[in-house]
């Protein structure tokens, strides 16, 4: 099978497209040069020069604190070319793959949400996502929202190498402990997501790795797992000085998942161990 991938530059596109690879499919990997998801006419070209079996969008504006500040590029990119994407799957009877976020809640309470649980966002980014994935159940019947949460994978800058870059310049760090989700490694992800495109069980799906933790117990099992000496400190999100409000509980239900037959994602210390013997020297 042919797909078209977004977003091949990101963390997400990029093992996407070599999962792909691997089972012998065809990617057709574009980026903001190849296709701008803000210009329609450009994305309505590219999709129908690519003559794919269906469309993997994996690009997005992820910048959580900067969307406070440039809303209108945010929603552009996130909800508008979603919009775009949406319409020529929708002419040309293509599924297409949505990634969301766990940022669609208000992320109250302990409860796991559910996928179809209601979205409250928090943050501009929050609502550019959920915006996106209104426009796709608009178009659509044949679609995949998948929600996913704290990513981290080897193209890219997340949580991971930003704690292992504060090692080289200090043995103490300050790690939020009031919120709490799931990490998800991209290269797990994209299994999952090319299963999913293998069939047609759409719907909205949350796929993270496997177990919960706070941010402060994630930064604790990447010293460890990493032979780092390092003292972490807790701290209250209140604490921490960010522009976007972030949610508490990102607790994520997957039940859909072994419903649907598809295999949940390992855990995620499994995950991590993985992770560092690819980027550690």
Same mark, same amino acid.
């Given at each position: 099978m042919r797909f078209l991938v977004t977003g091949v530059k990101?963390?997400?596109?990029?093992?996407?497209?070599?999962?792909?690879? *691997?089972?012998?499919?065809?990617?057709?990997?574009?980026?903001?040069?190849? @296709?701008?998801?803000?210009?329609?006419?450009?994305?309505?070209?590219?999709?129908?020069?690519? %003559?794919?079996?269906?469309? &993997?969008?994996?690009?997005?504006?992820?910048?959580?604190d900067a969307a406070e500040d440039n809303e209108e590029l945010?929603?552009? &990119?996130?909800?508008?070319?979603?919009?775009?994407?949406?319409?020529?799957?929708?002419?040309?009877?293509?599924? *297409? @793959?949505? &990634?969301?976020?766990?940022?669609?809640?208000d992320g109250e309470g302990e409860r796991p949400w559910e996928p179809e649980d209601p979205c409250h966002p928090l943050n501009v980014y929050g609502q550019s996502k959920y915006l996106g994935e209104q426009a796709v159940q608009k178009y659509?019947?044949?679609?995949?929202?998948?929600?996913?949460?704290?990513?981290?994978?080897?193209?890219?800058?997340?949580?991971i190498k930003a704690m292992l870059n504060k090692a080289k310049t200090t043995n103490?760090?300050?790690?939020?402990?009031?919120?709490?989700?799931?990490?998800?490694?991209?290269?797990? *992800?994209?299994?999952?997501l090319v299963d999913m495109m293998e069939k047609d069980r759409y719907g909205i799906y949350h796929a993270t790795n496997e177990g919960i933790c706070t941010w402060y117990e994630f930064a604790?099992?990447?010293?460890?797992?990493a032979g780092i000496d390092m003292e972490v400190v807790p701290i209250s999100a209140d604490e921490y000085p960010a522009k976007a409000k972030r949610p508490h509980n990102s607790r994520m239900e997957k039940n859909k998942l072994d419903t649907a037959g598809f295999r949940r994602l390992p855990t995620w210390q499994d995950a991590? %161990?993985?992770?560092?013997?690819?980027?550690?020297p």
């Amino acid at each position: 099978m042919r797909f078209l991938v977004t977003g091949v530059k990101g963390q997400l596109g990029h093992d996407v497209m070599e999962e792909l690879d *691997l089972r012998g499919h065809e990617g057709v990997g574009v980026d903001i040069e190849e @296709m701008d998801v803000t210009d329609a006419k450009t994305v309505d070209r590219v999709i129908k020069e690519a %003559k794919a079996d269906g469309v &993997i969008h994996c690009a997005a504006y992820t910048a959580v604190d900067a969307a406070e500040d440039n809303e209108e590029l945010c929603t552009k &990119i996130n909800a508008d070319g979603t919009e775009s994407i949406a319409k020529v799957c929708q002419e040309l009877d293509l599924p *297409l @793959m949505y &990634i969301s976020t766990d940022y669609v809640f208000d992320g109250e309470g302990e409860r796991p949400w559910e996928p179809e649980d209601p979205c409250h966002p928090l943050n501009v980014y929050g609502q550019s996502k959920y915006l996106g994935e209104q426009a796709v159940q608009k178009y659509l019947d044949k679609y995949y929202i998948v929600r996913i949460a704290w990513v981290f994978g080897v193209s890219g800058n997340n949580f991971i190498k930003a704690m292992l870059n504060k090692a080289k310049t200090t043995n103490r760090v300050t790690v939020v402990s009031d919120q709490v989700g799931s990490p998800t490694y991209t290269r797990d *992800l994209a299994v999952l997501l090319v299963d999913m495109m293998e069939k047609d069980r759409y719907g909205i799906y949350h796929a993270t790795n496997e177990g919960i933790c706070t941010w402060y117990e994630f930064a604790k099992e990447i010293f460890v797992q990493a032979g780092i000496d390092m003292e972490v400190v807790p701290i209250s999100a209140d604490e921490y000085p960010a522009k976007a409000k972030r949610p508490h509980n990102s607790r994520m239900e997957k039940n859909k998942l072994d419903t649907a037959g598809f295999r949940r994602l390992p855990t995620w210390q499994d995950a991590l %161990k993985r992770y560092l013997k690819l980027i550690q020297p």
